[in-house]
């Protein structure tokens, strides 16, 4: 299948600071790319759908000044944890599928991120 | 509003057959998926479906009726590795992928 590479696997960062994370899909060109978020003991979260070269699309209840996504190119997407706090630490997953086709979605390794 | 059930946990014993269901309510249908995911881990994908009947791979099979928006999962001979959560997936009218909340299956000796 497919790969979509996501870096990194996982971050500590100091409360305040901001944290970006890249999700490349190396093999394929994906019209869209989905970013979710998991807490320990639960389901994928949808954060925001992003399509190449347009804004971002947010799920309700999701800052997008806090959670910068950025979709510059067919392979590569990259979401920005701006001012992280204690709570922002979690499971942060991408996705990448060819929308409009029955195909799976291929996931990125995800990245623990953890904000002290 | 678009819907996916599935049981929130189920308990299964090493060697034996668990079957894990999954009923939807979306707009339009353009295909099921199956993915398993271990904890800490990203999904990976185990199964796909778009039309009527059982489709088997190995250990693992999937069933699915359009006219009832039903499927189900089913694991044979498990393992203890096969302790993960299994999340069942729809692509809707728009090809947008619906996601279920995902059933934690626990293996016991």
């Known amino acids: 299948g497919a790969v979509v590479s996501q870096h990194p696997s996982w971050v500590i960062c100091k409360s305040g600071t901001s944290v970006k994370i890249e999700c490349r899909s190396l093999d394929f060109q994906a019209t869209t790319m989905f970013w979710y978020r998991q807490f320990p003991k639960q389901s994928l979260m949808l954060m925001a759908t992003s399509n190449e070269g347009s804004k971002a699309t947010y799920e309700q209840g999701v800052e997008k000044d806090k959670f910068l996504i950025n979709h510059a190119s067919l392979t590569l997407s990259t979401l920005t944890v701006t001012s992280a706090h204690p709570e922002d630490s979690s499971f942060y997953i991408c996705?990448?599928?060819?929308?409009?086709?029955?195909?799976?979605?291929?996931f990125g390794q995800g990245t623990r991120l953890t904000v002290v | 509003g678009q819907n996916i059930d599935q049981p929130t946990e189920m308990t299964a014993t090493e060697g034996a057959i668990v079957q894990i269901n999954c009923t939807y309510q979306?707009?339009?249908?353009?295909?099921l998926f199956w993915y398993q995911q271990h904890a800490g881990e990203a999904p990976t994908f185990l199964s796909y479906?778009?039309l009527d009947g059982l489709e088997e791979k190995g250990r693992f099979s999937s069933f699915l009726s359009r006219s009832k928006g039903y499927s189900y999962l089913l694991l044979k001979e498990l393992q203890m590795k096969d302790s993960a959560s299994y999340l069942c997936a729809v692509i809707d009218s728009n090809y947008q992928l619906i996601w279920g909340a995902g059933t934690k299956l626990i293996i016991k000796p």
């Open positions: 479906n778009v």
């Open positions: 996705s990448a599928r060819v929308v409009g086709l029955d195909t799976e979605a291929f």
């Open positions: 979306t707009s339009g249908f353009n295909g």
